[in-house]
Every structure is written in C-alpha cells, then in structure tokens.
C-alpha cells in the first residue's frame, strides 16, 4: 500500500480529519445525553412544573380534606351513638343502682357531656418578626416562635393536675387515650388538623385549676418564651360552660408480631 497522499486532498485534510472524527462523536454523545436527561425530566414531572411547591399544596390540601372529613365523621357517629343510648334507655332490664354505675362510667370515659365551671387557656405564636423585648436576651430563632407539642401538653397535664373533671383541646373532648401531637406549626387531634392560636377549655374548680397551671415548672418555662419574645398566653375564666362528649371510636389498635 502506498503511503503516499491523496492527490485530490490537500497534504494535511486527511489528518486533519482524523483529528475531528473524535469530537464530533462526544458531539453527539454529549446531545444524546442532554436529550436523555430531558426525556427523563418530563416523564418525572409527568407535565407539571416540578420547580413548583404544587405537590406540596396538593399534601397540604389532602390533609386538610381528609381533616374535614373525620369532622363529618365523627359527627354523624355521635348522632348515632346519642340514637343508641335514647333506645336503649326506654327499657334496657337495668336497676337504678346499675344506671347510676353506668352513668358515672361514662362521665369518667368523657363520652357524655359535661357542664360545669370551666378556664380556658388560649396559646398562640408569637408575630413572625419578633424580636427579644427584655435586655440580655438572645435574638429569637424561629423554634422560639411557634408553640410545641411539649406547651400544649404542659397545659394538659396541669388542669389534670388541677382536678379537671373534663378537657377539651380546640372543639374535641380528650379521653385517656388522646394525644395531643404537633407536626411542624399545626396540631394533630384524633385526626383532625389545627393551627394556632390552640384554645384548651377545663370544667372544674376554677382557682384550683388557675393554680396548677401557675405552679407548673414546664409553663414557667413557656412563660420566659412570652415575655422575652411575644408567645401568646391567656388565661381566663368562662363561667357555665359544657364541653362535648368524646364522639370518635374507642377501639384500640396495637402492633401484631409476624407470624
């Protein structure tokens, strides 16, 4: 084979060829890939904006809409239940002895209402620009600004403490195996959604219940956080009022080992 140069190219055209024969192949690797990457992008997004907050909206509204719907719920549960208990006291073979038990039974199961004297204790977030209001206090960092799982149950705990004879937390009565939970700034109730300000009502002695929550370590804690940086605080008396009777289900649910 002759090495000679091909008379019809120039003396450096073939090796100069040579040379760009490689990146005009990472040329089109590099194409093939952009429009991989792009394929890719779309079939993710499914054609939404995925540079959006959109999914989380659509989290944000989900909960809320099955928030709504435990309301309605419970609601029609407890008219059931009111239903329930009407026909089975037109002549259900009971002594009075035995009502009575019942009836105190449930008072104590908070599924019936109850009226008496009650305090409510309102806590609320402080305004978002906050600032330290007493000298020698830090700038605030946002946790410092928003009400935890740990104040409301303070305050549960301290009514309790309190001789509450009932409690209700926002418009739900709380029964012994109610959990008051916080998600971020929104409160978790027997699956419901709240967000603040977070009203905590009591039946009982008023000045005892004034008391406990006074004498509290935890809301001696939460009360440095009001008057350094602004947290809501109330505390008053309501006169007569009548909490609600519990309306959700009473069933309990557990963890099963794996057989």
Known sequence: MSNSADPRTGPDEGSARGR?????????????????????SFNTAKGTNIRTDASLLKLSDLIQERSHNNKELEESNSGARDDVEALAERDDGSTKAEDEKLDGLEKASGTKKL?????????DDAPPNAAAKLPGYPEPQPNDLVIHQQDLQAVVNALWHGGAEGIKV?????????AVRCVGNTLILQGRVYSPPYKITAVGDPEKLKDAVAAS?????????????????????DGAVTLP???GTVDLHYAKPVN
Request: no cysteine.
């Open 20 to 40: 760009f024969r490689p990146v005009r192949v990472l040329t089109v690797g590099v194409f093939a890939l952009a429009g991989l990457i792009f394929f890719t």
């Open 115 to 123: 009226k008496g004297e009650g305090v409510s204790v309102t806590l």
């Open 170 to 178: 926002m418009d739900q009565r709380l029964i012994s195996t109610s």
């Open 217 to 237: 370590p935890e809301i001696q804690n939460y009360m440095l956080y009001v008057n350094a940086y602004g947290l809501g605080w109330k505390v008053e008396d």
């Open 245 to 247: 009777g519990y309306s």
